[in-house]
């Protein structure tokens, strides 16, 4: 993992165009310095930008609502897993979401997830995995859940917690806003112990997605 990532590293990382990044960083918006002519930044500012955005994006604090559709997830799209890796997992979830109508092309929705790892793994912390992405072969957000009996060991993490709940969204490019509220709802709710250890000890799809999904 790259303690160092550039103007192309932000852009892809937080999916947006290198010329935004460099306007955000130009006007002081986005945390980096400058070496030279050349932008840099540091994978902790960044990462704490992007948590700082999520808690903030619906311009009312952390919510708690995943989303306005019960499309995002079903209980179908919640899986309970023994051991895997994390690439198993990632691939599981993404079969799941190309059983749904709103995914185009199962091919490139992994390789969009699997790159996306790449660069910069998905472990917030907390025991919590969040693989996202947004590309044009998604029609709608949409969700899948895997919950690992045993940790995943080979899923980094920012605090080093053992990955256990893994939360995979996928959405259109132009759906930002949705995207960044979904991903802030459940950062927040997962964050929660109690909740951590509801859905690990629980046996049934259908309750864990309720505690996912429904306002408090």
Known sequence: MHEIMTIEEVAAYIRVSERTVYDWAQKGELPGGKLGTTWRFKRDDIEKWVNDQLSTASGKGPSTRVATTSLVLTPERVILLDRSSKEEILTRLVDLLAETPFVKNRDKLLKG???????MSTG???GIGVPHVRIDSVT????AVAVCRTPVADYTSLDEAP???V?????????HAKYIRTLSAISSRLKDASCREQIIALDDPS???KLLIESE
């Open 113 to 119: 997830i699997l790159d996306r790892e790449k660069l």
């Open 124 to 126: 917030i912390g907390f």
């Open 140 to 143: 709608d957000l949409v969700m």
């Open 163 to 165: 990955v256990q709940i």
């Open 167 to 175: 939360c995979m969204l996928a959405a259109r490019p132009d759906q």
């Open 207 to 209: 309750t864990i997605c």
